[in-house]
């Protein structure tokens, strides 16, 4: 172990100096550098694990959101249907109505035009009997005149 020793140039006392040293660098390097790294990494694999809960949980949230958005399109979807529904029936039931009181207006002025008809063939009649009267009594002076010139002559 000597001649080790004296080859290699091996002082016990310098190797357990650097033995120190290195456990002095080790220590330090420990202290400033690993333990704050390993603190750094243990805050970023919490804040990684966190934004992947919060992920997952906005998934379910966006998904209850999308559930709860396509139930109220479809009741919307039904209210308007039967909004729709009901205004085609009232518009039925209003055409049905006005259908009716066309009718009956119609008939109101069909019996009104008989009525002035009526009134106006009576006062026709009478203008025509007037007439006929008139006529008769010229036609009976007319023949009674010419009777009587006859007979003067």
Known sequence: ME???STFHIDWKIIIAQVINLAIVFLVLYL?????LKKLM??????????ITDAKDNALIV??????????????????????????KEALAKKEEMLELAKTEVNQMILAGKKTLESEKIKIVEEAKKEIVSLAMLASEKILSKKSDTSNI
């Open 3 to 5: 001649s080790l020793v």
């Open 42 to 51: 243990a805050d970023r694999s919490e804040k990684i694990s966190k934004g």
């Open 63 to 88: 998904e209850k959101t999308r559930q709860e958005y396509d139930k109220v399109i479809a009741r919307a979807r039904t209210e308007a249907d039967e909004l729709f529904q009901k205004g085609k």
């Open 32 to 36: 400033f550098a690993l333990k704050p």
